[in-house]
């Protein structure tokens, strides 16, 4: 195998002179994907989750995301990403085979929704696990707004594989225990993630126009877009308007100085984040006459609430937060937030993007990871919101240590850092998949023409249709298409009995006797 002549990072550079590189393959990778369902008027639907789907609970595959209309889809996880997307697959071809006249709708931003109250929050049931999800998206509706909590996307998740952990750490001859290094390791590609991760939106991000009636709650945000039609706003050079500051928007949140430094720095700052109270919420009120309004009244009411655009992640057991399942066995997984659902793709994703992320994820493990400042923090922030806006913009300049630099010299000095990585992953397949995605995205940097944002532009403006009606037709094809493919027999019987499995799950936990809400929930946070 020929590798590249570029400069490698010291932990490649060592993989490779003791052979070793092999063990940078099979790390895991799983799928989650949200989607609204959209009934047979445009419209956002009002009926509640399938039942022939299982229980939003206690579904391990088949779930609902903010809202009862917002369906979330996760694979487990697969050494081998074609197996991932074989699996989010199957489970469309099921779920479109329940879903009567909806469809799902594949755009992230929303589209036919009429403000706050169209958008039903979902639902888990009267066990005090199923109240607590629902109670803190009632809050979230408080906090910030329903309509914004309809956006759309995919989650990355990403493992390392476990095989390489033991020869790092002989390699670099750390003090560190072995769990010790790889959260440091992890918290370093996480800490790598955010000052590359604006690269995701450019290349992948498929929201650059939004419908008006996504302001509908929020007018005043109007006035920074331009009008596309009647019925659309844009920015000309937008790429991911759903990472925007439009996005998952909130003033308390971008004061915020969660550490990424460490794991025991990460903890501790959101355990706080969680436990400070913020004035602007306690006069929402926690309990008002006898009805929770939401968790708490502090700035964050749970882990989830705090939006990143990767997450460190541990398995939790029921009932445990997060944190306290990094605190006690450490990070498992990353979690990778900033895929748009792509709009020209029944599934949302392809294989190319999945080759290219799990590229870019080990490139950032394998990279020196200084700690991240404050001011490190600001930088990063602006240079994803610059992109999200305007990443299509000819010179676009973006701000590298201290020094612009053009968005197209940036880029193509990552894709050529991840080219030996590329070649290791391709192994001896023919195909080449990792370097053929490598590839294909260096003609995206060179012509952005050829993104996704600028072809979803164009073909509004061919069409003459509003964004809204765009995004739905290209479902209806969608719709049309899973339709046309149906699971086997087997298959079917399969997810049926996981619907089955999952509401006699449900049902055996609402059928046992219940503490107290309000003492489940101070139990709940009195974990450390």
């Not at 009632?138 to 990355?156: D, E, K, N, S, V």
């Not at 939401?294 to 700035?299: E, G």
């Not at 493990?365 to 994803?384: A, M």
């Not at 998949?433 to 993104?451: F, G, H, V």
Request: charged share 20%.
């Amino acid at each position: 195998m020929t590798f590249s002549k570029i400069m490698l990072a010291t932990r490649l550079d060592q993989l490779l002179e003791h052979d070793r590189q092999h063990l940078l393959c099979g790390g895991f990778k799983g799928i989650e994907k949200e989607s609204l369902r959209i009934s047979g008027n445009g419209f956002i639907a009002q009926t509640a989750h399938p039942v022939a789907l299982g229980s939003a609970l206690t579904h391990p595959t088949i779930t609902t995301d903010y809202s009862e209309a917002l369906i979330e889809l996760i694979t487990p996880p697969f050494a081998n990403i074609t197996d991932s997307l074989a699996y989010l697959h199957q489970v469309h071809q099921f779920v479109y085979a329940n879903l009567d006249e909806e469809i799902l709708l594949n755009a992230s931003m929303p589209c036919g929704i009429d403000g706050d109250l169209s958008i039903p929050i979902a639902d888990y049931g009267r066990s005090n696990i199923g109240k607590m999800k629902h109670v803190y998206r009632h809050g979230l509706w408080h906090r910030y707004g329903r309509t914004m909590q309809a956006i759309a996307g995919i989650h990355f998740n990403y493992s390392v594989p476990e095989a390489l952990w033991p020869v790092l750490h002989q390699q670099e001859n750390s003090p560190l225990s072995l769990e010790d290094f790889k959260n440091a390791a992890y918290f370093g590609l996480i800490r790598n993630f955010q000052r590359l991760g604006w690269l995701i939106l450019y290349l992948f991000g498929a929201s650059p126009a939004i419908c008006k009636n996504f302001f509908k709650s929020r007018p005043e945000l109007m006035a920074q877009f331009e009008e596309h039609d009647t019925g659309t706003l844009y920015h000309p050079y937008a790429t991911s308007l759903r990472m925007s500051d439009i996005g998952y928007k909130s003033k308390n949140q971008a004061n915020l100085k969660i550490d990424y430094n460490s794991l025991t720095g990460y903890v501790e700052s959101l355990s706080q984040a969680i436990n400070t109270p913020y004035p602007d919420y306690e006069k929402i009120g926690v309990k008002v006459e006898g009805q929770y309004q939401q968790l708490n009244c502090n700035i964050l009411q749970i882990e989830n609430e705090f939006y990143s655009t990767i997450r460190p992640k541990q398995i939790i057991n029921t009932g445990e937060k997060p944190t306290l399942a990094l605190k006690k066995r450490g990070v498992r997984y990353v979690e990778m937030r900033s895929l748009d659902l792509d709009l020209f793709n029944p599934i949302g994703i392809d294989e190319g993007k999945a080759h290219f992320i799990e590229a870019l994820l080990l490139t950032c493990l394998l990279k020196d990871s200084p700690d991240i400042s404050d001011l490190d923090h600001q930088v990063n922030n602006s240079n994803q919101l610059l992109v999200a806006n305007e990443g299509r913009k000819p010179g676009l300049l973006l701000d590298k240590a201290g020094q612009k630099i053009s968005l197209k010299a940036w880029a193509t000095e990552i894709l050529a850092s991840m080219k030996p990585i590329c070649e290791i992953l391709d192994q001896d397949d023919e195909t080449k998949p990792y370097s053929s995605a490598l590839t294909e995205q260096q003609r995206l940097i060179e012509n952005p023409d050829l993104t996704a944002s600028a072809k979803i532009l164009a073909q509004m403006a061919e069409t003459k249709q509003p964004f809204s009606r765009f995004a739905l037709n290209k479902s209806f094809e969608h719709a049309e298409y899973f339709k046309q493919t149906q699971l086997d027999n087997v298959q079917v019987d399969e997810f049926t009995e996981m619907a089955r499995d999952s509401l006699a799950k449900q049902q055996t936990l609402e059928s046992k006797e219940q503490i107290p809400f309000d003492d489940f929930l101070t139990h709940y946070f009195s974990q450390i």
